[in-house]
């Protein structure tokens, strides 16, 4: 199963936000177990070393970029998927940039805080909290 990330959710994780950041953990674990493919958008990255390093500093916004990548496939953002946005009826650009990317990298969900910006998508889009009662559900069930 590929999930795509949003950049609030991975903020989440690296800024610890509470309690959202317990969620994320937990989330990242199954990545990092390879029960889930994790995928981050190749724009989110720029974005999340541009907030680490202004959180905190270059050095550690550096460490966290190695760690994602370590960890994460990048979802790309080329000209297919910008023209994608483009056209794709969002109100915002970034959030039409990363659901394309997930999109074109064949994501079977798209996490994010912001479900509400994601309307009438071919991808489910959760909250980790829903993301997190999917997985349960399908583990009960004996599938993937």
């Known amino acids: 199963m590929k999930v795509l990330f ?7 994780f690296l800024l610890d936000r509470e309690p959202f950041s317990t969620q ?3 989330l990242l674990s199954k990545v990092e177990r390879s029960e889930i493919i994790g995928l981050i958008c190749a724009s989110s990255v720029t ?6 390093a202004k959180a905190h ?6 460490s966290y970029v ?25 109100k915002d650009f970034e959030d039409a940039v990363v659901y394309e990317s997930a999109r074109h990298s064949n994501a079977d969900f798209l996490v994010t805080r912001n479900v509400k910006d994601y ?4 991808i489910p889009v959760c909250t980790p909290a829903e993301f997190i009662a999917t997985l349960r559900t399908i583990d009960k069930g004996g599938r993937e």
């Open 6 to 12: 949003d950049t609030d959710v991975i903020l989440d």
């Open 24 to 26: 994320m953990a937990y």
């Open 47 to 52: 974005t999340l070393y541009y907030l680490a």
């Open 57 to 62: 500093d270059r050095k550690r916004a550096s």
């Open 66 to 90: 190695k760690a994602l990548l370590s960890l994460f496939e990048v979802a790309p953002v080329n000209r297919p998927v910008l023209e994608s946005a483009l056209s794709a009826r969002f």
């Open 119 to 122: 309307r009438r998508t071919q």
